[in-house]
C-alpha cells in the first residue's frame, strides 16, 4: 500500500512538471518533440508603458489570445524598450526596482499566465538598441556597476517571480543592439564592427562599443540562467550579417566565446540565434534568411526569423514567407508586427490570417502543441 501511494504521488508530481522550450542540436523542441514557433511579434502596445506603474491595461493579454484564435504558438514582446517608463532609476541612474508602484513583475506574469491559457510561448525582449534615446539607459551600458544595479534590483527579482512558467520560453537581453553600436576597427575580432558597419550597423548615432554591448548582454544572459536555467535565451540582430561568418560583410559577434570573453565568465551564451530580414530597397540582401536554407549559416544553435513583414519582403506573401522559413530549416518565425502601425508591417488582419497558414504541420516541426 505504501509503494502505491508513493507511486501515485509521483505520478501526480510528474503530471504538474511544466514543460518548457527546449534545444537538441539545431533544433528547438517542446515536450520532446521539434517544433517550429510560429507566431508575432506584439511588440508594444504603447511603446515602452505597457508593463509596471499603473499602465499595464490588458490588451497585450487581449492580442496574445488572438493570436492563439488565429494558430500561433508564440509571441516575441518588448519590456523596458529604452527605459524611460521601466526601470526605476535613481537620480544618480542606478535602478532601485523594476518600477515605482511594484505592479512590474505581476504585469510580466499577467501577460505570461494569458500565453498559457491562449498556448502561446512568450519571448520576453526587454531592452531596444534599435532606437536609444534614453541617457540613463545609455549611461547604464557603459557602467558595470549601473548594470549590476538593474540586474540586483529589477531583472533578478523578475526572474524569481516568474522562474519556471509553462509559457515562458526565452528571454533576449536586447533588441537589435547593431543599431546603436560604433562602428570601429578592433584587434579583437568580437569587438571589430567594421563588417556590419559596411551594412548600415550603428545608425542611431549612440556609438556604444561592441564590447560593452556584449558584456551587457553577457551578464543579463547569466544572471536569468542563475534564477532559471530552463529559459532559454537568444539575441535579435537586426539582420544576418552580425550572426554569420559565412556571407559577405558578416562576422558573428554573438558566439559562445565572445558572449563569455565579455562577460567575464561562463554562462552567458545564446540558447538560439534570431535574425531580422527586411528587404532593401525591393530586393533581399546578400545572405538574407529568405533566399538561403537555416544550414547554410553553418551555425551550431537553432535560429528563428525574429522579424519580418510582407510590405518589404521583396514582393513576398506572409504565407509564402512562413512557409519557406518552415520548409528550409529555420525554428520559427515572428511576423512584424501585431499593433500594425507604421510603414514597414503588414495589417493585424493579414497577420491572423497568415498564421493560420501552417497549423496541423508536422513535416519540419510540431506547430499546434498545448502549453502546459
Same mark, same amino acid.
Given at each position: 500500500?505504501?509503494?502505491?501511494?508513493?507511486?501515485?504521488?509521483?505520478?501526480?508530481?510528474?503530471?504538474?512538471?511544466?514543460?518548457?522550450?527546449?534545444?537538441?542540436?539545431?533544433?528547438?523542441?517542446?515536450?520532446?518533440?521539434?517544433?517550429?514557433?510560429?507566431?508575432?511579434?506584439?511588440?508594444?502596445?504603447?511603446?515602452?508603458?505597457?508593463?509596471?506603474?499603473?499602465?499595464?491595461?490588458?490588451?497585450?493579454?487581449?492580442?496574445?489570445?488572438?493570436?492563439?484564435?488565429?494558430?500561433?504558438?508564440?509571441?516575441?514582446?518588448?519590456?523596458?524598450?529604452?527605459?524611460?517608463?521601466?526601470?526605476?532609476?535613481?537620480?544618480?541612474?542606478?535602478?532601485?526596482?523594476?518600477?515605482?508602484? &511594484?505592479?512590474?513583475?505581476?504585469?510580466?506574469?499577467?501577460?505570461?499566465?494569458?500565453?498559457?491559457?491562449?498556448?502561446?510561448?512568450?519571448?520576453?525582449?526587454?531592452?531596444?538598441?534599435?532606437?536609444?534615446?534614453? $541617457?540613463?539607459?545609455?549611461?547604464?551600458?557603459?557602467?558595470?556597476?549601473?548594470?549590476?544595479?538593474?540586474?540586483?534590483?529589477?531583472?533578478?527579482?523578475?526572474?524569481?517571480?516568474?522562474? &519556471?512558467?509553462?509559457?515562458?520560453?526565452?528571454?533576449?537581453?536586447?533588441?537589435?543592439?547593431?543599431?546603436?553600436?560604433?562602428?570601429?576597427?578592433?584587434?579583437?575580432?568580437?569587438?571589430?564592427?567594421?563588417?556590419?558597419?559596411?551594412?548600415?550597423?550603428?545608425?542611431?548615432?549612440?556609438?556604444?562599443?561592441?564590447?560593452?554591448?556584449?558584456?551587457?548582454?553577457?551578464?543579463?544572459?547569466?544572471?536569468?540562467?542563475?534564477?532559471?536555467?530552463?529559459?532559454?535565451?537568444?539575441?535579435?540582430?537586426?539582420?544576418?550579417?552580425?550572426?554569420?561568418?559565412?556571407?559577405?560583410?558578416?562576422?558573428?559577434?554573438?558566439?559562445?566565446?565572445?558572449?563569455? $570573453?565579455?562577460?567575464?565568465?561562463?554562462?552567458?551564451?545564446?540558447?538560439?540565434?534570431?535574425?531580422?530580414?527586411?528587404?532593401?530597397?525591393?530586393?533581399?540582401?546578400?545572405?538574407?534568411?529568405?533566399?538561403?536554407?537555416?544550414?547554410?549559416?553553418?551555425?551550431?544553435?537553432?535560429?528563428?526569423?525574429?522579424?519580418?513583414?510582407?510590405?518589404?519582403?521583396?514582393?513576398?506573401?506572409?504565407?509564402?514567407?512562413?512557409?519557406?522559413?518552415?520548409?528550409?530549416?529555420?525554428?520559427?518565425?515572428?511576423?512584424?508586427?501585431?499593433?500594425? $502601425?507604421?510603414?514597414?508591417?503588414?495589417?493585424?488582419?493579414? $497577420?491572423?490570417?497568415?498564421? &493560420?497558414?501552417?497549423?496541423?504541420?508536422?513535416?519540419?516541426?510540431?506547430?499546434?502543441?498545448?502549453?502546459?
Amino acid at each position: 500500500m505504501v509503494v502505491m501511494l508513493l507511486l501515485t504521488l509521483l505520478a501526480l508530481l510528474g503530471s504538474t512538471t511544466a514543460k518548457r522550450l527546449a534545444v537538441s542540436g539545431t533544433d528547438l523542441t517542446y515536450g520532446g518533440e521539434k517544433v517550429f514557433l510560429n507566431g508575432a511579434n506584439i511588440a508594444w502596445n504603447n511603446y515602452g508603458y505597457d508593463f509596471g506603474n499603473g499602465a499595464y491595461d490588458g490588451t497585450l493579454e487581449t492580442w496574445v489570445h488572438e493570436i492563439g484564435s488565429s494558430g500561433g504558438n508564440s509571441i516575441r514582446v518588448w519590456v523596458h524598450v529604452e527605459g524611460q517608463n521601466t526601470p526605476s532609476f535613481d537620480e544618480n541612474g542606478f535602478v532601485t526596482a523594476c518600477d515605482r508602484t &511594484g505592479d512590474f513583475e505581476s504585469d510580466v506574469l499577467s501577460l505570461l499566465d494569458a500565453g498559457e491559457q491562449s498556448g502561446v510561448l512568450v519571448n520576453l525582449c526587454l531592452w531596444n538598441g534599435a532606437a536609444l534615446s534614453y $541617457q540613463k539607459t545609455i549611461d547604464m551600458l557603459q557602467d558595470d556597476t549601473k548594470i549590476e544595479s538593474y540586474i540586483q534590483n529589477c531583472l533578478t527579482p523578475l526572474m524569481e517571480k516568474i522562474k &519556471g512558467h509553462p509559457a515562458l520560453a526565452s528571454v533576449e537581453a536586447v533588441n537589435e543592439p547593431e543599431g546603436s553600436v560604433k562602428v570601429e576597427s578592433n584587434s579583437d575580432p568580437c569587438y571589430d564592427t567594421t563588417a556590419i558597419g559596411q551594412q548600415g550597423a550603428g545608425w542611431t548615432g549612440v556609438n556604444i562599443p561592441m564590447e560593452r554591448w556584449l558584456r551587457f548582454i553577457g551578464l543579463q544572459n547569466q544572471a536569468v540562467r542563475a534564477v532559471d536555467p530552463a529559459t532559454l535565451l537568444t539575441i535579435g540582430s537586426w539582420s544576418q550579417f552580425s550572426q554569420n561568418d559565412v556571407f559577405p560583410s558578416s562576422h558573428n559577434h554573438y558566439t559562445d566565446a565572445c558572449l563569455n $570573453q565579455a562577460a567575464g565568465g561562463s554562462g552567458a551564451q545564446l540558447d538560439y540565434y534570431q535574425m531580422h530580414s527586411y528587404d532593401w530597397q525591393g530586393a533581399w540582401t546578400n545572405g538574407a534568411p529568405f533566399t538561403v536554407d537555416a544550414s547554410d549559416y553553418n551555425l551550431d544553435k537553432p535560429n528563428v526569423i525574429g522579424e519580418f513583414c510582407s510590405v518589404r519582403a521583396a514582393g513576398m506573401s506572409l504565407p509564402d514567407l512562413l512557409e519557406y522559413a518552415y520548409t528550409h530549416g529555420y525554428s520559427g518565425a515572428w511576423t512584424w508586427h501585431y499593433n500594425g $502601425q507604421g510603414e514597414v508591417t503588414d495589417t493585424r488582419e493579414a $497577420q491572423q490570417a497568415a498564421l &493560420g497558414h501552417l497549423v496541423d504541420r508536422t513535416d519540419h516541426g510540431v506547430v499546434d502543441f498545448t502549453v502546459e
